[in-house]
Every structure is written in structure tokens, then in C-alpha cells.
């Protein structure tokens, strides 16, 4: 995925330190994968470009099916796993200067650095009223996945939930994005519940949440 033609990206900015001017921050962690170092951080403004150049597609031969039954006066809606016929590629919902501009609405960005690149990525978005830490992108790039960064940047955007005196963790996702349901299944993430029409593309999006205490 590359920027939107006519929109560059360094024109766009973070918030302070990104992390929304709050004066709490994830201080950058250190760990190894794959015998290779890896770094979470919080995000520069010079890191926006490299984060838009990674390619956030993503291939599922599965989704999750919504089926909406109304009986009696009681409304049911279920969600089950669809095997498709084939294997798809899907591009990411927000795609260009829409991404861009959504990363300057985050109140929190953090980046994977690995082999002195910009690896993935994770942006979130504070509902103080509510103690929730919102993940509205996690991203990593293609041929970096599989190999534990996704869930590196996961836990760092827990303790930055913490940091910030929230409670809640909830992450966001396309029914479609099966490989993504899945990442927050066998991370102890439990689904949360779901809005129909979400995104420009008017896809399904789903929560998963888990408590920070």
C-alpha cells in the first residue's frame, strides 16, 4: 500500500511524542525475536512514511458471517465461521490520505523497529469516559508477519492503556480479517460486540476486548 497520490506524508504530524500529550509514555522496550532485536517505540514523525509504505493487506480462506433473526419479539444475531472457495487477498478498510489523516486523530502510535526499519505498527485512541483503549490500526508489515511482532506491539499497547489509567483494552477489525480474529482469540481477547456500515467500504467491524487489571 503507498500514500494516496498528492498527499505526502510529511506533511501530516503526530501528536506530542505520540502518545496525545499525555504525560505518561511507553518508554521504548527491547526484546529479541527470532534472534534478531526488535524495538517497540513510541512513533516519530519521520516514521509516518516508512508506516505507510507497509503493505497491509492481508490473504483468508475464512471470515465470520453475521445472520440476523428477529422472532417474537427477540432479536438474534450470530456470528459463524464461513470457509470461502478460494483464498483472498483484502486490502486494508482505510487505505492513502484517510489513513494518514486518521493516525493524526490517535491519541497513541507506537512502531516495531527491527534491523533499523520500521517493522508494523499500532495506533490508539483514548474513550477516558469509558476506561477504554481503543486499537483502531495494528498492522505489520508482510514479511515480517508470523514471527511475534503483532503480539510484541499488542502487549506494548496494553501497558500504554495502563500508563494512561485505563482499564480496558479493545481492539477493532473486519469480519473479513480472519488471520486478525484469530490473533485476538489466542491472545485472550474476547469478542465484544460489533457495528454494521463502519468503514467507507461499509464493512462489518468487530471488537475484541480484554480487561487491563
Known sequence: MTPQQGYSTRSACLP??????????????????????????????????????????????????????????????????????????????????????????RDGFLVAVEDGQIAGYVALTTQAEHGIARIGDLVVGRPRRRRGIGTALLWAAAEWGRDHDLVRLVVETQTKNYPAIRFCQSRGLAFCGYNDHYWPSQDIVLFFGDSLR
Not at 511524542?17 to 534472534?35: D, K, Q
Not at 512514511?49 to 453475521?66: F, G, N, R
Not at 486494508?92 to 489523516?101: C, S, T
Open 16 to 105: 506530542p511524542g505520540g502518545t496525545g500529550g499525555r504525560t505518561a509514555a511507553v518508554e521504548a522496550r527491547e526484546s529479541t525475536i527470532g534472534g534478531k532485536p526488535m524495538q517497540v517505540r513510541p512513533a516519530r514523525p519521520e516514521d509516518l512514511e516508512a508506516c505507510s509504505m507497509l503493505d497491509h493487506s492481508y490473504t483468508t480462506s475464512s471470515v465470520w458471517q453475521m445472520e440476523t433473526r428477529e422472532r417474537d419479539g427477540a432479536l438474534t444475531v450470530t456470528f459463524r465461521e464461513a470457509r470461502l472457495p478460494r483464498e483472498i487477498r483484502v486490502n486494508y478498510p482505510r487505505q492513502g490520505k484517510e489513513l494518514l489523516v486518521g493516525w493524526q486523530r
